[in-house]
């Protein structure tokens, strides 16, 4: 269930760094001025001296001497507050690297004063639970980066580990795997994000360039559970996105090859992405948003043109030698101004950690429970049996003790028993031992019965102090009187906001109705009034015509940088072709195109497994080598390889597949079949020679022209039909001589004489 709201737009807030001690020892002249009262900018352009400033109005804009928490009271609060009543929120943080983004989202650590977004914001929302009553909350917070279009979770222990995104209809795009961490105050959510912070230094090389082309992002979910009207618990989930991008400045490419290439149009891809989903947005007449073409998008889709509300930070420098970039800077915040999101509370969605976890909570003690009134009736019944004391079960005594008594009173019991057993001697000594044993297993059961409530009730003790509950200091008079100050500073804020708004509502009005009042006493007078009137109409049109200009240039620029970095793509296409056609056989580039698919989940080319066409099953993959390499390479290859131009031995570039392994031309062994005879006989031969029977009269008879039964020949010594085959052996000694004689020599088995 949700209550739908009317659409509102993204709010747009610009702010003005000062200039820093370079600048100012350069002495660069500052070409921004900023009008808090009217909400305005104006660039005025410093080589163009009769040129009028380039204005461009904001939702609230803030100077060089803004302080984070005015910012925070003014612009942040409120969408945290409605984080807190379970809509979806998110901050940007856009701007040139060096203006402030870092500082406007995490600002200055140690330093109250200095304090960003994402601090305040922590104060912000546990402050809130501990002075609310008759809720629970959960609050969980997650920080990731977004780096050449791949997701690491700054949480996570393994660093290398990139994450994917996936997709449920019901909950949307979110990040497999991503670790969220139960935190339950401000500390510790500070914690959080202090180890992110490590991790993100600690994972990069050089930190200045790796911050200013990644993206970092901060979410905190806040889960409140409250009882509503109709008697049901219900839950509100706020997701909280507070979002570092990567640095507006334009990458330059010239010049880059091959890894270096791909890289530079990874860099900002999720930042031209972001610009084109807001254009499309903008203009009505797309109907296609291309939320899928980078990472960031899909990401943060609901928080541009979906269920979130949104606020948009600017960052620019106030030097002249930034000019360039400050206009692109102010134009795309101009646009995304224009942003149109349906806030709604997310009210009992199906992934709520909170629900899940007070379902497991109430499992766990109606368990406990049950064990309890077990063992209360056991007790009851015990009292009842052995000494009849009518005392009533004491109801008002605790659980937690009245469970410590049962066992003792347990086991006391059982050691008396014990102890009586040893000493009745009444009692024959197998009996005695056999009751030991058996009082010896319930004190032993007894033990693990007590061992698993311990842990039950352990564990909802764990769960419980996930939830948070707030109401405890709420008479706090020093907290009272913080709650009436923070409240006075909003209304002073959102008087301010009235203020500005109405300023720049009467500003152009009276555009529009100064034509109507006037009225004229003389021609001379209209004239000169109609006059002075068509300059500063004129002066409006040259700005706006000044503008188009400004920004068909823009656009030219950026054609032209799209142009060359699609020249540069082609040529590089057309070297790996190249390199295919005369390299790489046919039959392999067939092989290959057979293999290659389209991950659509992944969205890249992946390559099938090299299966068997005829049987379905997997080959052996091949036996690495050395590691990342396609086969073992010589050091001096490796050395050439990377000092050398020359591209003999760049060849492991060519083709990074796995080894395809020829098919199979030979056949497993089979034993050959053997004919019965043949393996009787064979059997015969190998037994020992003791047991051997000649039949000489039947191997006589076989010398001559009868042939023998088959019986006599299988015991026949040789057992090698064969000999019949070879009556040429002349110096055979087994000519007979005379019946009975020892004719034979001794059976040697096989050994052929
Ligand atoms: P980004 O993250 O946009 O690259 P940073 O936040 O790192 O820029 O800011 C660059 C420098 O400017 C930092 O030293 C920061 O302290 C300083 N700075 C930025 N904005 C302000 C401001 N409003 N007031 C004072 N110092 C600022
Ligand atoms: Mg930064």
Redesign the pocket.
């Known amino acids: 269930m949700s209550k739908a709201k009317s659409s509102e737009s993204v709010k747009v807030v610009v702010?003005c760094?000062?200039m820093?001690d370079k600048e100012k020892a350069s002495k660069f002249e500052a070409v921004v001025s900023v009008n808090v009262k009217l909400g305005q900018i104006m660039v005025r352009n410093p080589r163009e001296a009769g040129a009028l400033p380039k204005v461009f109005t904001f939702d609230s804009v803030y100077d060089?001497s803004?302080k984070q928490i005015d910012l925070y009271d003014e612009t942040f609060r409120p969408l945290v507050d409605s984080v807190l009543l379970g809509f979806n929120g998110t901050i940007f943080?856009y701007?040139?690297?060096?203006?402030?983004?870092?500082?406007?989202m995490e600002g200055?650590r140690n330093d109250p004063e200095k304090r960003g977004v994402i601090p305040n914001s922590f104060e912000h929302i546990f402050t809130h639970i501990s002075r609310s009553q008759n809720q629970q909350y959960l609050v969980r917070a997650s920080y990731l980066e977004i780096y050449q279009e791949e997701i690491r979770d700054l949480l996570s222990k393994d660093q290398s580990h990139r994450l994917e995104l996936r997709e449920r209809p019901d909950t949307g795009v979110y990040v497999k795997d991503l670790f969220s961490y139960v935190t339950k105050s401000a500390q510790e959510i500070e914690g959080v994000m202090n180890l992110g912070n490590q991790n993100r230094s600690v994972g990069s090389t050089n930190m200045n360039e790796h911050?200013?082309r990644s993206h970092a992002i901060f979410v905190i979910t806040v889960e409140c559970s409250e009882l509503g009207v109709d008697g049901e618990n219900h839950i509100r989930v706020g997701k909280l996105n507070l979002v570092?991008l990567a640095?507006s400045e334009r990458q330059t490419k010239t010049g880059a090859q091959g890894e270096r290439l791909k890289e530079a149009t990874k860099i900002n891809l999720s930042l031209s992405a972001l610009g084109n989903v807001i254009s499309a947005l903008v203009d009505g007449r797309c109907s296609h948003i291309p939320y899928r073409d980078s990472k960031l998008t899909r990401l943060l889709q609901d928080s541009l043109g979906g269920n979130a509300r949104t606020v948009m930070v600017a960052?620019i420098g106030p030097a002249s030698y930034n000019m360039e970039e400050t206009l692109t800077t102010l134009r795309y915040a101009n646009r995304a101004k224009n942003i149109k999101n349906k806030p709604r509370i997310n009210e009992d969605p199906k992934d709520a950690l909170l629900g899940e976890l007070q379902e497991q909570i109430a499992k766990l003690k109606k368990q406990l429970e049950k064990r309890m009134g077990k063992k209360k009736r056991r007790r009851r019944r015990k009292r009842d049996g052995s000494d009849g004391d009518e005392l009533e079960d004491g109801e008002t005594e605790d659980d937690e003790s009245e469970g410590g008594d049962y066992w003792r009173e347990q086991q006391e019991k059982l050691e008396q028993e014990k102890v009586a057993i040893l000493e009745d001697h009444s009692l024959v000594a197998e009996e005695k031992e056999r009751l030991l044993r058996e009082k010896e297993k319930k004190m032993e059961d007894l033990r693990r019965e007590r061992e698993v409530g311990e842990m039950l009730a352990a564990k909802v003790k764990a769960m419980e102090s996930k939830l948070l509950v707030g109401g405890k200091n709420i008479v706090d008079h020093t907290n009272e009187q913080q709650r009436m100050l923070e409240l006075r500073r909003q209304e002073i804020a959102e008087q301010k906001r009235r203020e500005r708004e109405m300023q720049q509502q009467m500003e152009s009005r009276d555009e529009e109705t100064l034509e109507l009042k006037e009225t004229y006493s003389s021609l001379q007078q209209e004239v000169d009034i109609k006059t002075k009137k068509l300059k500063k109409l004129f002066s409006k049109l040259q700005a706006v015509k000044a503008e188009i200009q400004d920004i068909q240039e823009g656009h030219i620029k950026e054609r032209q940088e799209h142009e060359q970095t699609q020249n540069e793509l082609t040529r590089e296409l057309k070297l790996k072709h190249l390199i295919i056609e005369n390299f790489i056989p046919l039959e392999e580039k067939n092989k290959i195109l057979h293999r290659a698919f389209y991950d659509e989940e992944d969205e890249s080319w992946k390559m099938k497994a090299i299966s068997r066409t005829d049987e379905d099953h997997q080959m052996m993959s091949r036996p690495p080598s050395a590691v990342s390499y396609r086969r073992p390479l010589s050091h001096f290859a490796l050395t050439c390889q990377r000092m050398n131009s020359d591209p003999r031995y760049k060849a492991e570039n060519i083709l990074m597949v796995d080894l395809d392994l020829p098919a199979r031309t030979t056949k497993d062994y089979q034993e050959p079949v053997i004919a019965p005879q043949v393996a009787a006989a064979l059997e015969d031969a190998l037994r020992d020679e003791d047991e051997v029977q000649v039949d000489a009269s039947g191997f006589r008879s076989s010398l001559g022209a009868a042939p023998p039964a088959s019986g006599s020949l299988k015991k026949s010594k040789s057992g090698r039909p064969t000999t019949r085959k070879k009556p040429s052996t002349p110096a055979s000694p087994i000519s007979p001589r005379g019946p009975g004689s020892a004719l034979y020599p001794k059976p040697r088995g096989l050994v052929p004489k």
């Open positions: 702010r760094r000062p820093n060089s803004s943080a701007g040139q690297t060096g203006t402030g983004k870092t500082y406007t200055v911050s200013s570092d640095g960052n």
